[in-house]
């Protein structure tokens, strides 16, 4: 398919609504995912907003001019609501009934979201819905001045769904740059129990934690446990000292002999049965070679990303 993209508004005197966010940052943000979103998947992306204008009516008439000569298959129009703060929920706007084939699966989507669904409502009045000579729609994702769907937008997620509106598929998920753990600023409860069990810290009772973000006796225990572990002042409770053993943990650095020592060498030690003096040895490279023998890797005394997969996934 050739699909039009028009990213609304953006192009001064023709800005967009603010509410909580800018309407302007919104668009872009999901637009520009949309169109790369579309080309992965093998379609002809059209990028209908212009340049440089004059006047609010010259930008969508600009916009409506690129798509109608592009000669697209269908226009998409992409903006966010505003209202009270209290209205919610995404609407689309179209006019033929081509429009809203097209309309109807692009709302589905969205609202699968969690998105309040406000229908599809008759675009008439819009310029670019009304001028464009293809199937158009105008999706007003949500309203940027309700707590509500700020609090549930997600840029990605909501660029995924137009895309798998649009086009029947799910785009391919961006190739990520693997996040450096050392300095992920995500110091929630939530993400401290899921990092506890994956390092195998248990409570005081000797149990994985529940996973649900609560601070309680049994965290608090474990965090202990971790604190002993890795040498640390025992406080029971995740300062940055505590985040930032943690974090180094997550970041699986390679450590050899002669590694500098301390918390990290010290939880490997806890891991692997040796002495726990923080300090890579002879007797620590031995337990290391047994772990790697026993796990069926090869045998080098050297913990690198294959040895930690096997220790912490
Ligand atoms: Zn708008």
Same mark, same amino acid.
């Given at each position: 398919?050739?699909?039009?993209?028009?990213? #609304?508004?953006?192009?001064?005197?023709?800005?967009?609504?603010?509410?909580?966010?800018?309407?302007?940052?919104?668009?872009?943000?999901?637009?520009?995912? =949309?169109?790369?979103?579309?080309? *992965?998947?093998?379609?002809?992306?059209?990028?209908?907003?212009?340049?440089?204008?004059?006047?609010?009516? %010259?930008?969508? =008439?600009?916009?409506?001019?690129?798509?109608?000569?592009?000669?697209?298959?269908?226009?998409?129009?992409?903006?966010?609501?505003? $209202?009270?703060?209290?209205?919610?929920?995404?609407?689309?706007?179209?006019?033929?009934?081509? @429009?809203?084939? $097209?309309?109807?699966?692009?709302?589905?989507?969205?609202?699968?979201?969690?998105?309040?669904?406000?229908?599809?409502?008759? #675009?008439?009045?819009?310029?670019?819905?009304?001028?464009?000579?293809?199937?158009?729609?105008?999706?007003?994702?949500?309203?940027?001045?309700?707590?509500?769907?700020?609090?549930?937008?997600?840029?990605? *997620? +909501?660029?995924?769904?137009?895309?798998?509106?649009?086009?029947?598929?799910?785009?391919?998920?961006?190739?990520?740059?693997?996040?450096?753990?050392?300095?992920?600023?995500?110091?929630?409860?939530?993400?401290?129990?899921?990092?506890?069990?994956?390092?195998?810290?248990?409570?005081?009772?000797?149990?994985?934690?529940?996973?649900?973000?609560?601070?309680?006796?049994?965290?608090?225990?474990?965090?202990?446990?971790?604190?002993?572990?890795?040498?640390? %002042?025992?406080? @029971?409770?995740?300062?940055?000292?505590?985040?930032?053993?943690?974090?180094?943990?997550?970041?699986?650095?390679?450590?050899?002999?002669?590694?500098?020592?301390?918390?990290?060498?010290?939880?490997? %030690?806890?891991?692997?049965?040796?002495? +726990?003096?923080?300090?890579?040895?002879? %007797?620590?490279?031995?337990?290391?070679?047994? $772990?790697?023998?026993?796990?069926?890797?090869?045998?080098?005394?050297?913990?690198?990303?294959?040895?930690?997969?096997?220790?912490?996934?």
């Amino acid at each position: 398919m050739k699909i039009g993209i028009d990213i #609304g508004h953006n192009a001064p005197p023709d800005t967009g609504a603010k509410g909580i966010k800018f309407e302007d940052h919104l668009t872009t943000e999901v637009g520009l995912m =949309v169109m790369e979103k579309l080309k *992965a998947l093998g379609h002809t992306v059209v990028d209908c907003k212009p340049q440089k204008v004059y006047s609010v009516k %010259q930008s969508l =008439v600009q916009r409506v001019n690129i798509a109608n000569s592009a000669r697209v298959d269908v226009f998409v129009s992409i903006h966010f609501n505003a $209202f009270n703060t209290r209205a919610y929920g995404t609407e689309i706007f179209a006019t033929s009934s081509k @429009g809203r084939q $097209f309309a109807k699966p692009v709302l589905t989507e969205i609202v699968k979201l969690g998105f309040f669904n406000r229908g599809i409502k008759n #675009g008439f009045h819009l310029y670019v819905v009304r001028n464009t000579s293809m199937p158009a729609i105008l999706v007003e994702c949500c309203f940027i001045d309700s707590q509500n769907d700020m609090k549930l937008y997600n840029g990605e *997620a +909501m660029a995924n769904a137009i895309v798998k509106g649009l086009t029947g598929e799910l785009p391919p998920p961006p190739v990520e740059p693997i996040p450096d753990e050392t300095n992920n600023p995500d110091t929630s409860v939530l993400r401290l129990q899921k990092s506890l069990n994956r390092l195998k810290i248990s409570d005081k009772d000797d149990k994985m934690l529940d996973e649900d973000g609560d601070l309680g006796p049994a965290t608090n225990s474990a965090i202990e446990n971790f604190q002993t572990t890795v040498g640390i %002042q025992i406080t @029971g409770v995740a300062s940055k000292t505590t985040w930032d053993a943690l974090n180094e943990i997550l970041s699986k650095p390679i450590v050899r002999q002669n590694h500098a020592a301390g918390t990290l060498v010290q939880y490997l %030690q806890y891991r692997l049965g040796a002495d +726990m003096d923080g300090i890579y040895g002879p %007797q620590t490279e031995l337990a290391i070679n047994t $772990f790697q023998r026993d796990t069926g890797l090869v045998i080098d005394g050297i913990i690198g990303p294959l040895t930690w997969e096997k220790l912490i996934g």
